[in-house]
Each structure stands twice: as structure tokens, then as C-alpha cells.
């Protein structure tokens, strides 16, 4: 069985250019988190859907992050214009039942220069 | 609000050592207490779970007991291999009891390296 499916895994870009990640969740899990970590920081929740819907999206750090969740087997992360301090590795988990653990997938490292 | 400390790292071991890897919490509500893995270059790992007082989360001969009079979910191993090498995340959910608990709180992590 697939696990949570996230591309690309290395993203170089530079400042100011548009950055789209991608999630596939494991199938019938009925939410997905986007986290973002970093050496600073640690692992920070961005935004939690359920069953497609956002329900908290606290954790977005600024109007430049955005994320969509068309349909149950795929989102995007995606931010515009990036800069530098963006660059972190960005995680997509998602869950089955509540209550239940998370599961992650590989991660995307993004680079900003 | 919902926080976890563990202890900080980085943890040397040598390999067949015994490991704990303390964890504490504090939490509204109900907490469910998960310990992750992060190997090299890779995603979390779940790699037990509790979810009540007094349940012993295992897998791959780690351990670790929901203790709630001391707010604690220590984890422990009683003989490490190199490829137990890792970070090692603990974490909690926490909410009303039956409520929508989705909500992942880290501590910081550990390095643990274990030589040969």
C-alpha cells in the first residue's frame, strides 16, 4: 500500500518565482496536514484539511502561502512570490481515523536563493 | 496552551545500550501521546501511539507508558542497533474527549547515534 506520495522532493528556486508542492495522501484518509520544518523552528503545522475542507489554517505564515485541496487524493502548497526564509522542508501527512496517527510523507526540500 | 518537552540531545549510545528518551507534557482535555521517528533524508515515522492513562504504546522493541500522574511518555529500549539511529519526536494530541483531536504538538526532538 502507497504512503503519502509528495513531489518534487528537491525544489531550487529563486527568490520572487513561484513554488507548487504536491500531496497524495493515503488513500481514504480524510485529512491531510501541511508542516513545515526547520532548524529554528522545529515542525510547524501550516494548514489541516478535512474531508477536502480547511479547517485551521492558523499556521500559514503569510498571504504569500496558499493551499488547495480539489478532491480527496490531492493538494497543492503553494507560495508566491517565495523568498529566501521559505526555504525549509515542507511535509504533507494525512490520517485516517481521528485519534489516530499521522503519517508522513517524505518531505519536499525547497531552497530558495 | 498544549506543550511537550523531551530531553535534548544529541543521545550517544553504544550498540546493545539501553536507551530512555524523556518526554514530558501538558495538555487540555484528553491527550493521545505518539513518539515519531525521522530517519536521515526522510519523513516522520510513526512509531507507537497511547491513547489513555496507563497504556504501553510497542513497536520495534520500543516502549513507551502513558503515565498521566506524571505527565510523562518516556521512551525506552533495551538494547539499541546501529540502525536505530535517528530523531526521535514526541508528540501529542489533545482535545474533548471524542472531539476533533487533529491537532499535532512536537517537542523538539533528539538525535540519537548509536555506534558499532
Known amino acids: 500500500d502507497a504512503g503519502v506520495i509528495q513531489s518534487p522532493r528537491h525544489e531550487v528556486t529563486e527568490m520572487g518565482q513561484e513554488v507548487t508542492l504536491r500531496c497524495k495522501p493515503i488513500?481514504?484518509?480524510?485529512?491531510l496536514f501541511w508542516y513545515r520544518q526547520t532548524m529554528m523552528r522545529g515542525l510547524e503545522l501550516l494548514i489541516y484539511?478535512?474531508?477536502?475542507?480547511?479547517?485551521?489554517d492558523s499556521g500559514m505564515p503569510e498571504d504569500r502561502f496558499s493551499a488547495k485541496m480539489p478532491n480527496a487524493s490531492f493538494s497543492t502548497l503553494k507560495i508566491q512570490p517565495s523568498e529566501p526564509r521559505d526555504s525549509a522542508v515542507y511535509f504533507c501527512?494525512?490520517?485516517?481515523?481521528?485519534?489516530?496517527?499521522?503519517?508522513f510523507g517524505p518531505g519536499t526540500r525547497l531552497t530558495v536563493l | 496552551g498544549d506543550s511537550v518537552t523531551q530531553m535534548e540531545g544529541p543521545v550517544t549510545l553504544s550498540e546493545e545500550a539501553f536507551l530512555t528518551i524523556n518526554c514530558t507534557y501538558t495538555a487540555t482535555g484528553y491527550p493521545s501521546l505518539f513518539w515519531y521517528v525521522q530517519y536521515p533524508g526522510e519523513g516522520l515515522q510513526l512509531l507507537l501511539k497511547a491513547t489513555k492513562a496507563d497504556d504501553k504504546g510497542s513497536n520495534k522493541g520500543f516502549e513507551a507508558t502513558y503515565r498521566k500522574e506524571t505527565t510523562s511518555f518516556h521512551l525506552e529500549k533495551g538494547s539499541v542497533q546501529v540502525s536505530d539511529s535517528a530523531v526521535y519526536f514526541c508528540?501529542?494530541?489533545?482535545?474533548?474527549?471524542?472531539?476533533?483531536?487533529?491537532?499535532?504538538?512536537f517537542g523538539k526532538g533528539t538525535l540519537l547515534t548509536v555506534n558499532p
Open positions: 488513500s481514504g484518509h480524510n485529512s
Open positions: 501527512a494525512s490520517r485516517g481515523l481521528a485519534g489516530g496517527g499521522q503519517f
Open positions: 508528540a501529542l494530541t489533545s482535545g474533548a474527549r471524542g472531539g476533533s483531536n487533529y491537532k499535532l504538538t
Open positions: 484539511f478535512n474531508n477536502n475542507v480547511p479547517i485551521d
